[in-house]
């Protein structure tokens, strides 16, 4: 049997770093043979997703597109790739969905990320590791303010739960998440990541 790759995960709110990162370590000759994702897909449920996102539509009805995309995403890229011995890094993942949905679905259940959790269980891939961007709202919102596709996702009340439920899943599963803080300049969030992800290798 082919030795297991290892799942790594990106998460935090909107104008964290996160995706810029991402895309600086694809670049990096150290990851060449890395298998680099994200979550939304760029798929049709993935699409679809990005529909919901950018329209009025149900939030129940959003977190369960999301999921299946997350669904589609493990069946057809992240279970292949791991299995044939592959590393795997996924900018957002479930842990986003956990963080937002949750925020979203606030007095349709009693803990809505509880209830969002056990929808996943069983089925899901759940990362080896997560780094977590943390970051102040205030500070993320300003780093989104020159994009023009702007969603309802990017506002400072808003982000402010999610960090929070974010900090919260970071507490559930203290060996898998690493906080770092993003307030700072990208090269030094970029050297942050790479000593995380190289020593978490080795």
Not at 83 to 112: C, H, M, W
Not at 113 to 140: N, R
């Amino acid at each position: 049997m082919s030795m297991k790759g290892k799942l790594i995960t990106l998460e935090g709110i909107d104008g964290s770093g996160k995706s810029t990162i991402t895309a600086r370590l694809n670049s990096n000759p150290d990851f060449s043979d890395f298998i680099f994702t994200r979550e939304p897909t760029t798929g049709w449920i993935g699409e679809a997703v990005d529909r919901a996102i950018h329209s009025d539509t149900d939030n129940l009805a959003e977190l369960l597109l999301f999921t299946a995309d997350h669904a589609e995403h493990i069946s057809k890229l992240i279970l292949p790739a791991l299995e044939s011995g592959k590393n795997v890094i996924s900018d957002r993942y479930s842990g986003s969905r956990y963080a937002y949905q949750a925020v979203t679905l606030e007095g349709r259940f009693p803990d809505p990320m509880e209830w969002i959790q056990g929808i996943h269980k069983g089925w899901t891939v759940v990362p080896d590791l997560t780094i977590l961007f943390d970051i102040d709202p205030e500070i993320a919102v300003e780093r989104c303010g020159n994009r023009g596709d702007k969603t309802k996702f990017e506002k400072i009340g808003f982000l402010e739960s999610v960090r929070e439920n974010y900090l919260r899943l970071a507490k559930q599963d203290p060996e898998r998440f690493v906080v770092i803080c993003t307030d700072k300049n990208i090269d030094d969030i970029e050297s942050d990541v790479l000593d995380i992800i190289l020593s978490f290798l080795r």
